[in-house]
């Protein structure tokens, strides 16, 4: 399988970490003051801790859409790989940001580009669902089932799963990791070829409930635990450190099993809800930081499953990222799931 070619675009918003702690303060005006404050010095603490900068969000008070910046990618994408829509014959979207529980949202992208032939379905699992999602294709491409398969994400999450409220100083142990998000929507097309892929999981389960977004009725479909809910219906709730500290050891193992040159890629891509933490953890890998591509978090913040195209399409633009490159993803996400793919760029 090869990228035919990848295209993101972030909306209009960009936010510095001064300018979402002022977001933050004006949509708390119940809060006393001292309060607040102090809850907005620990905030901008841990922002710069974890090496976040800026973001960009919609402007949603002017009417800009999530679906303005997924239609970009996706025009972006048919233009750089010189395709018209009607070429791709499988559409996947994936990721958290999504409009419709049911159906499929891909098949509204498909409508809306003219993707009439395409097959069409979502992939969901949180952080690792683009990798998921690449992986799909490749066995798809690889049966002949299809012949060119574009993978799209919306990772837009402002006033559907976003968390302003400050609360108890407490709280910030699962609701800090909001303040990291960004938004962001890629395109990806994938096409044939002899150069493989390998993919390596490591699955633990037993952490599920470490970061959620639940549902309506969640406490039905499953034991509920005191972790889940914690800041509401359709609102995050992220157990940041103990997702680091259990995602980089099992992460670490994957890579152990998994890659038998550590020298031998020239970029690892990680899904970036952190910078600090991969400065931490790669060395102690084996791992050079200077092969870890982290410009993704500081400029974008975490954009969840479009952490690693769009770190792609940035290392690309750079320079630093040639055709025939052998790289590896290395990403954690919530679930919890580290992975390793190697492949050659």
């Known amino acids: 399988m090869k990228i035919a070619a990848i295209s993101y675009c972030v909306p209009s918003r960009k936010l510095t970490n001064s300018d979402l702690l002022e977001y933050m303060e004006r949509n708390n005006p119940q809060v006393a003051p001292n309060k607040k404050a102090q809850y907005l010095k620990i905030v901008e603490r841990l922002l710069v801790q974890t090496g976040a900068k800026t973001r960009y969000l919609r402007d949603i008070e002017t009417g800009e859409k999530a679906a303005d910046s997924i239609f970009f990618a996706i025009d972006g994408a048919l233009e750089k790989a010189n395709m018209a829509p009607a070429d791709i014959d499988l559409l996947i979207y994936c990721g958290v940001g999504r409009g419709f529980l049911e159906p499929a949202n891909a098949y509204f992208y498909a409508k809306a580009k003219g993707m009439h032939q395409a097959n069409c379905f979502d992939v969901i699992d949180a952080c690792m669902s683009w990798v998921r999602a690449a992986h799909i294709a490749n066995l798809m491409l690889q049966s002949g089932a299809s012949k060119a398969v574009m993978i799209v994400n919306g990772e837009f999450h402002l ?27 890629t395109a ?6 002899d150069s493989p892929w390998n993919f390596s999981y490591l699955s633990r389960p037993e952490f599920a409930d470490l970061c959620t977004i639940p549902l309506p009725g969640y406490a039905n479909f499953v034991e509920a635990s005191d972790r889940m809910g914690l800041n509401g219906i359709h609102r995050f709730v992220s157990y940041g450190s103990d997702l680091f500290r259990e995602g980089s ?40 930081i200077e092969k870890v591509y982290l410009k993704v978090y500081p400029e974008f913040g975490n954009v969840v499953s479009a952490s690693i195209p769009v770190g792609l399409c940035l290392a690309e633009a750079e320079g630093v990222l040639q ?3 052998p790289i590896a993803f290395v990403p954690v996400s919530a679930g919890l799931v580290a992975s390793v793919v190697q492949l050659t760029y």
């Not at 990806?188 to 070829?193: A, D, F, K, V």
């Not at 890579?255 to 790669?282: N, R």
Request: without cysteine; hydrophobic residues 40%; proline residues 9%.
């Open 159 to 185: 006033g559907l799963h976003d968390t302003w409220e400050i609360r108890d100083i407490r709280a910030l142990e699962y609701s800090f990791p909001m303040y990291t998000i960004g938004e962001a929507a």
């Open 188 to 193: 990806t097309i994938l096409l044939p070829n």
């Open 249 to 288: 050891k099992w992460l670490g193992k994957v890579i152990a099993q998994s890659i038998d040159d550590l020298k031998h890629p020239v970029w690892y891509f990680p899904h970036t809800p952190s910078k600090a933490i991969y400065e931490e953890y790669m060395p102690t890998f084996g791992i050079p």
């Open 323 to 325: 055709s025939g490159d």
